[in-house]
Nanobody, 121 residues
Framework: QVQLVESGGGLVQPGGSLRLSCAAS????????MGWYRQAPGKERELVAV???????NYADVVKGRFTISRDTAKNTVYLQMNSLKPEDTAVYYC???????????????WGKGTLVTVSS
C-alpha cells in the first residue's frame, strides 16, 4: 500500500508565497515521477508541474517562472515552491506519483487527498 500526504496549503495574499510538500510512503520500489495537479471550483484537474527520474521538470505555462518543483529522493518527497501567487491559483492541489510497488512490481499511479490553497486579500 502506498500513501501520499500533502502539507503546506493555506490562505495567502496575492503576491505571496507558499511551499507545498508531499511525502510518499509504503511499499515503494522506485518512483518514476512525482508531480502536482490542481483543481479549481467548477474546473477540471490540471497539471501544474512534474519532476521525473533524472530530475527533468515540466511546468504548466501559467505557472512558469513563478513555481518551482523539487524533490528529495532519499525522503521520497516532492516540493512545490509557489511565488507571486495570484487569485487564479486558488485551488485544491493534489500530489501525484508514478511508482513501482515493491510487493509485486506493479506500476501504480497514486494520488494524495489534496491541500487547499487560497489566494485572496
Amino acid at each position: 500500500q502506498v500513501q501520499l500526504v500533502e502539507s503546506g496549503g493555506g490562505l495567502v495574499q496575492p503576491g505571496g508565497s507558499l511551499r507545498l510538500s508531499c511525502a510518499a510512503s509504503g511499499s515503494i520500489s522506485s518512483i518514476n515521477a512525482m508531480g502536482w495537479y490542481r483543481q479549481a471550483p467548477g474546473k477540471e484537474r490540471e497539471l501544474v508541474a512534474v519532476i521525473i527520474s533524472g530530475g527533468r521538470t515540466n511546468y504548466a505555462d501559467v505557472v512558469k517562472g513563478r513555481f518551482t518543483i523539487s524533490r528529495d529522493t532519499a525522503k521520497n518527497t516532492v516540493y512545490l515552491q509557489m511565488n507571486s501567487l495570484k487569485p487564479e491559483d486558488t485551488a485544491v492541489y493534489y500530489c501525484n506519483a508514478n511508482l513501482m510497488d515493491s510487493r509485486n512490481r506493479n506500476a501504480i499511479n497514486a494520488w494524495g487527498k489534496g491541500t487547499l490553497v487560497t489566494v485572496s486579500s
